[in-house]
């Protein structure tokens, strides 16, 4: 199986996954998310941020696609989306739009009142967004990622025919940006179908 054809498969099983959450557990159903075409959600094709987790193998590689590869990867997942019905779209990068996680600087001395330039949110989108980004697969279940507690508690030891991809869930809106970053894991059943086996934590930044 080539790369793109792979790709294809595992990009399609996460869509469907995506847009058949529920409220109850990781992967949440997301109002009105958009999914990145481009593998990780970078013009590069590669992951530009790794969170890393504490416990896991930071050494842990994903798969890898050059230009002219990347364009065929693009076309085919462009595909999914529109025989699925899922929208697509990049990122957005509102300026001053901080992370969720950054604090709103104290007002100067002397001020009674917090200076409007100092809201590290101002120019953040007053509702909700989110957008999904999806890494290239690899077959098996990585080392790193071995016996490693996924998003519901359970140790993770998979068989089987395996395949890994990075999902990055953005969360964007009026308080700042979140990131989080999870290893998705499927695994091919009975009827020849990828299903989602387990999700892992791989780490949140804001």
Request: hydrophobic share 35%; aromatic share 8%.
């Amino acid at each position: 199986m080539t790369l793109v054809q792979a790709d294809s498969e595992v990009f399609e099983a996460v869509v469907r996954a995506q847009l058949a959450a529920g409220n109850e557990s990781y992967p949440h159903h997301l109002d009105g998310v958009r999914i990145d075409a481009r593998p990780y959600g970078t013009a590069s094709g590669y992951p530009e941020n790794f969170a890393g987790v504490e416990g896991i193998d930071p050494t842990l590689t994903f798969g890898r696609a050059g230009k002219s590869e990347t364009e065929d990867l693009v076309f085919n997942r462009k595909e999914v989306l529109d025989a699925l019905g899922a929208a697509e779209g990049h990122v957005p990068t509102y300026r001053q739009c901080a992370g969720a996680g950054v604090p709103t600087p104290p007002p100067p001395r002397g001020s009674k009142t917090r200076a409007k330039t100092n809201n590290v949110h101002a120019g953040c989108p007053r509702s909700l967004e989110y957008y999904v980004t999806v890494g290239l697969p690899v077959r098996g279940q990585p080392e790193g990622l071995k016996n490693v507690r996924d998003s519901r508690g359970r140790r993770v030891s998979l068989k089987g025919d395996v395949w890994t991809t990075l999902v990055d869930e953005h969360m964007i809106g009026p308080t700042g940006w979140t990131v989080s970053q999870y290893a998705w894991l499927f695994r091919r059943n009975k009827a020849g179908k990828l299903e989602l086996a387990n999700t892992i934590l791989i780490g949140v930044t804001q």
